[in-house]
Nanobody
Framework: QVQLVESGGGLVQAGGSLRLSCAAS????????MGWFRQAPGQEREFVAR????????YYADSVKGRFAISRDNAENTVYLQMNSLKSEDTAFYYC?????????????????WGQGTPVTVSS
């Protein structure tokens, strides 16, 4: 089992920045890729970004490309999501996810473990 704990969410003004962290524990050697998803009130959970643990290869949703950056620190078993130029539409609960395969991308079914989420509110 892998446990994921997100942190770093909060309230920020439009145009501002936030950095989310996701700390993994447990059988972290089984994790091949990690991703971030988000869910706004009344909406479905959607993909944000993914990184392959070994190569660092990244993949982003079009809505965040150029504004968000996912990175990882394998020594610390932590993944980050740097969010810049935040917009009100970025307001959501942000969830960290881990996959045991490098093929996981935007589909939730590709991820085996999930965190509890951290809230991000962008005020306009």
């Amino acid at each position: 089992q892998v446990q994921l704990v997100e942190s770093g969410g909060g309230l920020v003004q439009a145009g501002g920045s936030l950095r989310l962290s996701c700390a993994a524990s447990g059988r972290t050697s089984s994790v091949a890729a990690m991703g971030w998803f988000r869910q706004a009130p009344g909406q479905e959970r959607e993909f944000v970004a993914r990184i392959i643990r070994s190569s660092g290869t990244t993949y982003y949703a079009d809505s965040v490309k150029g504004r968000f950056a996912i990175s990882r620190d394998n020594a610390e078993n932590t993944v980050y999501l740097q969010m810049n130029s935040l917009k009100s539409e970025d307001t959501a609960f942000y969830y960290c996810a881990a996959s045991t395969t490098e093929y996981a991308r935007a589909e939730m079914i590709g991820y085996d473990y999930w965190g509890q989420g951290t809230p991000v509110t962008v005020s306009s």
